[in-house]
């Protein structure tokens, strides 16, 4: 055959999240909020006036204009993705070229490296602290040294849960010769975003999604916001119809109910807080926590001993959580699923001492 796949391609691997029936899942970071009645009728209604014969908006224009509206931003710096992850595939595959070296922290984001991979992109890693902060002033100093043309992170970080605030983004923003991407997918859960200035930069791209705060995982909605340059790039290079008519209905609804989002919100960072000082007790009474860092996102990242045996023993009761190397990442269920999951652990390490 004249054909064979690209020898990269060959040895990806598809994602693999948690598959399986379990009653309680606390694995990806998804909002336990699911929508209520009358929000599920208000789409109803909307659906039976829908042309679905047509194809939908191209632009995703009324959901980007109320993005925009309720962080009070201008909607012509904002482009609507399937999902962030849309949006950070084509970062990977048409923003760069062979020429350009985009550097990722080691723990962070997964998928930046795997896209990026995925596309041929020359990718690096830099490193964080011990104590797994950012170092705002060596990372400056790696990238003008190693000549790195983009730095992707997550802020506040998926996996860490620690937040870099906005006066250090700021000067890693201003200190550097390279595009700066700034995933806030978990922002909506902390106060240092730099959306309201995500478009005053030249060398600036804020990314959200509506799959964690916004409990819109399901749709496949994110947006990234920047300047006028960077925009027309998205737009240009997206796949025209790439926001289906479903998702465009569900966001107008959804997004045009801000008190509904910041009391969900505010649930979820007490939530969270909660489950995160649970954690802590556990980890004074027994060793097998080694350390649970400060939150400020919906979920709790910490350090165990022989994570993986830990995971699958939560998993035979039926409660997931993920794993990466020596720690675990617990996402804020409602305040029934934490509990067991605090019971279960105390059984676990219990019965192991
Ligand atoms: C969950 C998550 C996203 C969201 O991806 P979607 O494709 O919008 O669901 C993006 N970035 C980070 C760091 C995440 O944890």
Known sequence: MKHTLPQHVQQLQPYQPIQGMYDIRLDANESYFRLKSAQLHKIQ??????????????????VCKKFATMHRIDPDSVVAGNGSDELIGLLASVFFGKQDKVAVFEHDFSMYRLYMETFGVNCVTLPKRADLTIDVDQTIQAVQDQ???ALLFSNPCNPTSLGLNRDDVLKLIQSVDALVIVDEAYMDFWDQSILDIADQYENLIVL???SKAIGLAGIRLGFAISNQQYIQAFKATKAPYNLNQMTQLIAEVILSDPDYLEQTKDILVAGTRALYADLCDLADEYPFIEQVYPTCTNFVFMKVVKAKELQDALLDASIAVRVMGDYLRITCGNPEENQQLIQTLSQIFKESV
């Open 208 to 210: 959200k999604t509506c």
């Open 45 to 62: 209604d909307l659906m039976a006036v829908v042309p679905f014969n047509r194809y939908p908006d191209p632009y995703a224009t009324t």
């Open 147 to 149: 000549q790195i043309s």
